[in-house]
């Protein structure tokens, strides 16, 4: 097969009108996500030479992040992704250069807490934004296609976001590594609000609260959330045990570096699974993908050098992005586009909770027990993944909602044609 047949699926992708900015746009966007946590470590560390303050600061900007994220994404269903996005931009830019004033300055440290909640809160879910986009453009098929694409396009930003941020922190300042994943952030975000053509449709307020509930918080979303909190956890440990560690070895500045490779993994693996058709049903994919995740992350068990922590780190990459392609594309099956933003943000929102989570338990374990051995952190938060997808798994075999809420049967292999009531959903 020629390598023109093999890409076929992207290049029909990329004709899709708009997609190219969009894309483009999303992907600038997004950069800040690595940066800003990663950043505010430094930044923190710096100031206080404590990776136990480090890390609990930048979770606490992630977990308002992750609880900000949803509530964005529902007022984008409701009212566009353009109107939004602005009014977060301009609170994300204010409140980002106000906790890097404060870290600087040297102000009570509960304000550090306070602005990196403000400034996490600030920060909408642009991945949700434009897989929505995606979806409402693309056939079933296209959209496995389309998340696959997005899940590398998140490794291609956690490649580079580390390694600009270190870089930019170690060689230069802290405060410049943080505030150019603001400007990022701003830039692509106000970039993508312009795009109003290829913006999904408006879906008004449900009369039913509890209506609206229920088509958002389906099993598959709550499984998928919750595996995704221990995936979280996995990433926001890596973060600061990778630093910890790089530090102890004498080699800080190469943190972002050894970083890198654990997105390079996953960046490989997610454009192959794009793909490729694999076997089995939407939620056998997505147990199967967490499992395989929680084995290779063990080898962080044997982690005693940078070397040997590159060749660990890459080889755990390569099952990132299989599982979050696999559990993106469940719960995208069993919801209706009216709440699709929305749930692909809870699903995130599982993930940022997970890296407040192991921020503040790696920073500790650095502090109390040194950086080789935390690696325990990420090690088991990774096995608890594989168990809560296995725990969860009977769940992901009801059948949810009606087909005004389950536009594509996720029970059904994805070379399945969709049944005939729900083919105009997609």
């Given at each position: ?284 994919r997505f147990v199967v993908t967490a499992v395989v995740i929680a084995l290779a992350a063990q080898l962080l068990w044997t982690v005693g050098s940078l070397a040997s922590l590159v060749v660990c780190g890459f080889l755990a990459g390569l099952t990132i992005a299989p599982v979050l392609v696999s559990g993106t594309s469940l719960v995208e099956s069993r919801v209706g586009r009216g709440v699709l933003t929305e749930s692909l943000a809870w699903t995130i929102t599982g993930l940022t909770l997970g890296v407040t989570v192991g921020s503040a338990l790696a ?64």
């Amino acid at each position: 097969m020629s390598s023109r047949n093999i890409f076929d699926p992207y290049v029909r992708l990329f004709a899709v009108p708009g997609s190219r900015a969009f894309a483009l746009a999303g992907w600038v966007g997004r950069l800040h996500a690595p940066m800003l946590g990663l950043g505010a470590v430094l930044l923190v560390e710096e100031a206080s030479g404590s990776y136990g303050l480090a890390g609990a600061v930048s979770g606490t900007l992630a977990l308002s992040f992750a609880v900000a994220g949803p509530q964005w994404a529902r007022a984008m269903d409701r009212r566009g992704q353009g109107v939004v996005l602005q009014v977060a931009m301009a609170a994300l830019l204010l409140t980002g250069v106000a906790f890097t004033l404060a870290v600087q300055v040297g102000t009570p440290r509960w304000s550090w807490f306070l602005l990196a909640a403000l400034t996490g809160a600030s920060a909408p879910n642009v991945g949700s934004m434009v897989r929505a986009r995606w979806a409402a453009a693309l056939d079933p098929q296209g959209r496995q296609t389309a998340f696959a694409f997005e899940a590398v396009a998140d490794e291609l930003v956690f490649v580079l976001g580390p390694v600009l941020v270190t870089l930019l922190a170690t060689l230069i300042a802290p405060p410049v590594g943080f505030l150019t994943g603001i400007a990022l952030a701003v830039s692509g975000g106000l970039a993508l609000a312009v795009q109003r053509a290829t913006e999904p449709p408006l879906h008004p307020r449900e009369t039913s609260p509890s209506g609206r509930r229920r088509s958002v918080l389906t099993p598959a979303l709550l499984v998928v959330s919750l595996t995704y909190l221990a995936v979280g956890t996995l990433f926001g440990a890596i973060d600061v045990v990778v630093i910890g560690f790089a530090d102890a070895e004498g080699a800080k500045a190469l943190s972002g570096l050894v970083l890198a490779v654990f997105a390079g993994g996953s960046l490989i693996a997610g454009l192959v699974y794009g793909l490729v058709r694999p076997p089995g049903t939407l939620a056998a994919r997505f147990v199967v993908t967490a499992v395989v995740i929680a084995l290779a992350a063990q080898l962080l068990w044997t982690v005693g050098s940078l070397a040997s922590l590159v060749v660990c780190g890459f080889l755990a990459g390569l099952t990132i992005a299989p599982v979050l392609v696999s559990g993106t594309s469940l719960v995208e099956s069993r919801v209706g586009r009216g709440v699709l933003t929305e749930s692909l943000a809870w699903t995130i929102t599982g993930l940022t909770l997970g890296v407040t989570v192991g921020s503040a338990l790696a920073g500790a374990a650095v502090d109390r027990w040194g950086a080789g051995d935390a690696f325990a952190v990420p090690a088991l938060a990774a096995a608890a993944a594989g168990v809560l997808a296995l725990l969860g798994a009977p769940l992901l075999r009801e059948r949810t909602g009606t087909a005004a809420q389950a536009p594509i049967d996720a029970t059904a292999p994805v070379d399945a044609p969709p049944p005939v009531e729900q083919s105009a959903l997609g």
